[in-house]
């Protein structure tokens, strides 16, 4: 029992020595707390004692961020002396919470040390209207009102998200008001200081949807989350395609193969007082496997198309009707409008057919 005692008196002498031989940090973070951008640069200072019975040097201090610059000396730490490193972080153009840290190395124990400065910069007037140009209300900014999702094939998911500050003097809890199903919104984080930054991150699941092709829609956000207030719309855009890319090379050789009897249909010379007008192209499938149109349309409001069989066997057609209003053509001189065609056939996945004629 005596030996035992001995040896527990032993170590607890020796951790003693050890935190005792080298530098010790008095601090290894500093929030600065919330402060104005046109403050400018602020400081603060870090704190090393030399514990240790050699001198001891700051050998570098590097920061993760060229808005926070550390000032040291390199000069010798003799024991019992402190050393200082000043750091200043610079708020321009930085709205919200941050968090930066510095590396120390030093030529004794703590050989590596980690600092770190955190604080919340409440924006400028001039850094606001320029980072986060919408107004949301209530004092909130967003970045934009516009999420492209741009090319997302089904079986796959696609995440875009919108940037938004918080300027006004009261906690906010940002919240979805609408989204389409196939659109999944996440406010992060739900409680928002003022002066701190959140986002809205939206994922599109395509396969939540039978929409092919591009596909536009909306989301309603409340940046505040405050009852009764005027939700912000979000345009929403995608282009929704499907994946070729598990096909072994067998199946694209086997795979449908696209064409159409017609690349334009030519109505001639029209005027906008005739009657609507009908016309037609055959679809044809050259491959191997059926044919599946996932979608035919135009986004011209003067043309309608329809097609009764969308599934066509190797070597069959199918017919697809359009239907011209030209009292709802915009241009004044012609007619120039496209028929997309989006189907199961990998090296063609879409095909056009134009819709053309001179205004009399």
């Not at 403050?39 to 019975?53: D, I, K």
């Not at 120390?104 to 400028?124: E, W």
């Not at 998911?157 to 919108?162: A, D, E, N, Q």
């Not at 505040?224 to 598990?246: L, Y």
Request: proline share 7%.
């Amino acid at each position: 029992m005596r030996h035992l005692f001995c040896l527990l008196l032993a170590a607890l002498c020796l951790g003693a020595t050890a935190r005792a031989d080298g530098g010790e940090w008095l601090g290894k973070v500093h929030d600065f707390g919330a402060f104005d951008e046109e403050l400018g640069t602020v400081y603060c200072e870090f704190r090393m004692a030399n514990h240790g019975p050699e001198p001891i040097a700051i050998l570098s201090a590097r920061a993760n961020c060229g808005c926070t610059r550390p000032e040291y000396s390199t000069d010798p730490i003799a024991p019992g002396d402190t050393a200082v490193v000043r750091v200043g972080y610079d708020p321009k153009g930085r709205p919200g919470k941050f968090r930066k840290e510095i590396v120390v190395d030093c030529s004794g124990a703590p050989l590596r040390t980690r600092l770190s400065i955190t604080g919340t910069v409440i924006g400028a007037s001039n850094t606001l209207r320029g980072r986060y140009p919408v107004d949301a209300g209530s004092g909130v900014r967003m970045r934009t009102t516009a999420i492209p999702f741009g090319s997302v094939a089904k079986g796959h998911t696609s995440g875009k998200y919108i940037e938004a500050y918080n300027g006004g003097s009261d906690t906010i809890a940002p919240s979805v008001a609408y989204a389409p199903k196939y659109i999944n919104v996440i406010v992060e984080p739900r409680k928002v200081g003022p002066g701190e930054q959140f986002i809205f991150s939206a994922i599109i699941h395509p396969d939540a949807t039978k929409e092919w092709g591009i596909v536009t829609d909306s989301l309603l956000l409340c940046p505040t989350g405050a009852k009764g207030e005027t939700p912000v719309k979000v345009e929403t855009a995608a282009i929704i395609t499907e994946d070729f890319s598990r096909l072994t090379e067998k199946e694209r050789l086997e795979a449908p193969v696209i064409d159409t009897s017609e690349t334009a249909v030519d109505l001639g010379r029209i005027s906008k007082a005739d009657k609507p007008m009908r016309r037609s192209f055959e679809i044809l499938n050259k491959g191997k496997r059926p044919l599946v149109i996932r979608r035919i349309s135009s986004s011209d409001p003067s043309v309608e198309v329809s097609l009764k069989n969308t599934t066509v066997k190797p070597g069959k057609s199918a017919r697809a009707e359009v239907a011209v209003n030209p009292a709802l053509i915009a241009h004044p001189e012609l007619l120039n409008a496209r028929i997309t065609i989006i189907a199961n056939d990998p090296d063609h996945p879409t095909s056009l057919v134009r819709v053309v004629g001179e205004i009399k």
